[in-house]
């Protein structure tokens, strides 16, 4: 048997042995969702052991470092671990904006002592992290932000609001872009890691039009923030000024990871399952409907196949590098579309914001929350702006 | 298999590029041919060149004399044809009639093939019998005669069908019009007695028949695979057919966008180059990821087909309709980018137009594909 089925023979057997029954149930409720953090409780028993066999395992991060917490796979397996956690359900065992972007970001720019520290932290679930990037007369243009870090010797002191903090009235620290140079735009920003138990930051969460708070505006007053967490331990991630280049990789990256969710629920064909849906209450597919639906299909099988181009083409290096922001123009503007049909085909029934028949509104949610896909990360506009000039070089793009 | 060319594939697409590019250029063959109002609507000499090429017999098996290729490399010529515009009898002859023949006995093929493989021949097919395209439905009757058959009905949009030197005829043996089976496919010589050909000119200088079908006696040794039983090869050229005019449109949208998207980095007004206008650059955009899907929906299906997977019907029909949306929306963006001169006959752009009309409805529109896509998922 080559290694990577004896890995897969291994993994297996793990799972089985670790992952409860309760956790290869699909997730019902937020509840369901472990986030980790100074803060954060278990809902129950089985997802406290899943967590903790996973931590031991370095499987929380299956693909960092072993010194980091992470299990060293290789991506070969990782894929099979993946696969295999699919096969069986299985739940990840916590989520989290530390292993999404700090992490990544960590792992290029960052330095020994803050690996040691801070993945470390995130691997085990002890710190939950959020983002502050966004602010409110910064959003597209984000460049031009105007928190603004000023040098006090052995610290910053900070001042400023960040806006679209996820999570930020649950998260433990910030991850922050913070001017520190007034007078060079690019060049002028520092990638900042902020504790937010510290005096003169506080949050607010803002409520969607989904009637949800995922989101908060988070205010830095006269936050004094320490040049130094420890020895090698900077509060800044690669050097003062040059926060827009992790800034910038960590989009690419987080565009990537959006343009990546190919497969599943997202890019799926609808219209049989409209068919169906409408059977149970007892409607008729209206012919032009129908017909939407079918060149929907089309749309979404299409974008199925380019899911898998684009995932092949990147495995072997070929492709353009700026492709994921065709990716995610492409499948958000689907997802929406997709929602729309949804919300359509289900008529009066998909318009109830609280029933028990709709899980408390969940159509109407669901299509609501997908306007935010061709916002947040990335705005359509910005993705064809990067086309224009990176892919197609128009002039003055 | 991953969604990108193999190694021998890219080779193929290296040297199919070129050559099409070198001979099967605009001034060269298209405008050559419609200028000089050709009544083929393509040149013999090219055929012959694409014989040369290896590309005539590419889909037929080895021990017939072809190559024993798939799918993706049909379409890897497909899609340089389109780039081009090139008019040839490729896609009707060595894609959709060949597709037939390599379920002909083997009297019928050493009767036909070393002359498609030579591009001493050009064949067409006949399936469409009214304007638009329902192969489900074949009225065209052919009754036993004798040893024979007699042909009694009529056919349209038959690509080519006065150049032909041979006619692959779907027409019904038994059953009523629109049932499944009873469909026979048969080899029809061009000069047999009672074929009367209406030859026009399309829109995109292409010829195609309108054809009657007056009691045409046929031996039993023009019927291609088995009496009543045609609908699986019927089936199969249509896939074949389907994918290689998906590639071609891919071509012609490909080309369209690439002259366009050049005009933008050339034409000044207001004092900037007009690629410099978001107005512009977002719709520019929007078309390139429209162009890249439907090329990776295309290579997909086409893998499918060549695997002889179960869901290449379906994926074809995807490939045909998407490709259909995107070439159709890079040539009216290419005639509107390009102002008023995108409306001369001087310039290429409208060419793009009108094939893509042309090629957009042959085995298909986008809404006979989208509507199958549809019952094929169940609603």
Known sequence: MSDIENFRTETRAWLEANCPPEMRQPVRDDGDVYWGGKNATFKNDAQKAWFEACVAKGYTVPAWPKAYGGAGLDAAQAKVLRQEMSRIGARSPLDSFGIWMLGPALLKFGTEGQKQKFLNEIARGEIRWCQGYSEPGSGSDLVSLQTHGEDK??????????????YADQADWIFCLVRTDKDNKYQGITFTLIDMSTEGCSTKPIKLISGASPFCETFLDNVKVPKSYGEDIPAQVGEINRGWDVAKYLLGHEREMISGMGGGERTAAIGASMKRLTAKTGDDLDPVLRAELAMFDVDALAFTAMGERFMDEMKAGKGHPAQPNMMKYTGTELNKRRHELMMSVGGSRALEWESEDTGGGKPSRNWL???????????????????????????GA | MPLFHTEDQAMLAESASGFMADEGNIAKQLRHWRDRDCKDGFGHALWKQMAEMGFTGMLLDEEDGGLGMGHVEAGIVLEEVGRNLTPSPFLTSSVLAATALKHGSADMKGRYLPGLIEGESVFAVAIDETAKHRPDRITTKAEKSGNGFKLTGSKSFVIQGASSDMIVVAARTSGADDEEDGITLFAVPKDAAGVEQNPVRLVDSSMASHITFDGVELDGDAVIGEVDGGR????????????????????VARGAMDM?????????????????FQGLQHRASHLYSEVEIARAVVIK???????????????????????????????????????????????????????????GEFLGDAYFHANRVAEMSGY
């Open chain 2, 232 to 251: 699986e090869v019927l089936n199969a050229m249509l896939t074949a057919g389907r994918l290689g005019a998906a590639a071609e449109g891919v071509g």
């Open chain 2, 260 to 276: 366009t998207i050049d005009y933008l980095k050339q034409r000044k007004q207001f004092g900037k180059l007009i690629g410099e």
């Open chain 1, 153 to 166: 010797g052995d610290h910053w002191l900070v001042n400023g609001q960040k806006v679209w903090t996820s």
């Open chain 2, 301 to 359: 299906a086409q893998q499918l087909a060549d695997a002889g997977a179960e869901s290449a019907d379906l994926m074809t029909s995807v490939a045909k309709a998407k490709v259909a949306k995107a070439a159709g929306l890079a040539v009216r963006e290419g005639v509107q980018m390009h102002g008023g001169i995108g409306m001369t006959d001087e310039y290429d752009i409208g060419l793009y137009m009108k094939r893509d009309r042309a090629l």
């Open chain 1, 369 to 395: 929350r997908t306007k935010a896909n061709s916002i947040e990360g990335g705005t359509s506009e910005i993705m064809l702006n990067v086309i224009s000039k990176r892919i197609l070089d128009l002039p």
